[in-house]
C-alpha cells in the first residue's frame, strides 16, 4: 500500500512540473523628474505583507541599453535594475518575486499570471527623499507579450518589464 502511494505522489508531482514553463522577467524603475501637478496624500505603506516570496533565480540582464539610455536623458533617473527567472504553471499566479531597495526607498513585489494569455502583476511603492514623506504607488495588471518592453507609468516613477521564456533542460 505504501509503494503505491508513493507512485501515485510521484505521478502527480510529475504532472505538475510538466504544467510548469519558466520565464525569465526584467524590470527597470526610474523616477521621472517632470513636473507633475498631480496632488498624492498616501504617508503610509498600502502594500499587504508578503507571507511567502519566489525562489527566484538570477536572469540574464539583457536590458542594459535601455537601462543606459534612460540614465543619460535628464527626465529620468534610473536606479532599479533586476532579471529573475521564475517558474509558472498554467493557468497559475507566480508567487511574488520581491522588489525593494531600501536606500531608496523602494518597496513592493510583481507576479506573473499565466492563462490563455499572459500578465505581469505589480504593487510598487517608492518615497524619494524629495517626497516629503510622500509615498507614491505603481499597482497595475498588465497584460504581456514575449519580449517586448512594457512600460508602466505613475507621474512620479515608472517601471519598464520584459517577459520572456526559458528553456529549462528537462531533469528525467
Known amino acids: 500500500m505504501k509503494i503505491q ?3 501515485l ?8 512540473y510538466a504544467d510548469q514553463r519558466w520565464f525569465q522577467v526584467e524590470l527597470i524603475i526610474f523616477q521621472q523628474q517632470s ?11 498600502e502594500i499587504s505583507p508578503i507571507a511567502r516570496y ?4 538570477v536572469g540574464k540582464k539583457t536590458l542594459q541599453n535601455t537601462y543606459n539610455k534612460l540614465d543619460r536623458e535628464k527626465a529620468y533617473r534610473p536606479f532599479y ?8 504553471a498554467s ?7 520581491d522588489v525593494s531597495q531600501p536606500d531608496v526607498d523602494l518597496n513592493g513585489w510583481i507576479k506573473i499570471q499565466r492563462g490563455s494569455l499572459l500578465h505581469v502583476i505589480v504593487d510598487l511603492e517608492f518615497s524619494p527623499a524629495s517626497s516629503d514623506g510622500v509615498v507614491y ?3 497595475e495588471k498588465r497584460r504581456v507579450l514575449f519580449n517586448e518592453l512594457h512600460y508602466l ?5 515608472g517601471a519598464v518589464v520584459k517577459v520572456s521564456p526559458v528553456e529549462k533542460e528537462s531533469l528525467q
Open 5 to 7: 502511494l508513493v507512485v
Open 54 to 57: 519566489a525562489q527566484a533565480s
Open 81 to 88: 535594475y533586476q532579471a529573475w527567472e521564475i517558474p509558472v
Open 153 to 157: 507609468d505613475h507621474p512620479f516613477f
Open 91 to 97: 493557468g497559475g499566479v507566480s508567487l511574488p518575486i
Open 35 to 45: 513636473p507633475s501637478s498631480e496632488l498624492f496624500e498616501q504617508t503610509i505603506t
Open 137 to 139: 504607488r505603481l499597482n
Open 9 to 16: 505522489l510521484f505521478c502527480f508531482n510529475s504532472l505538475a
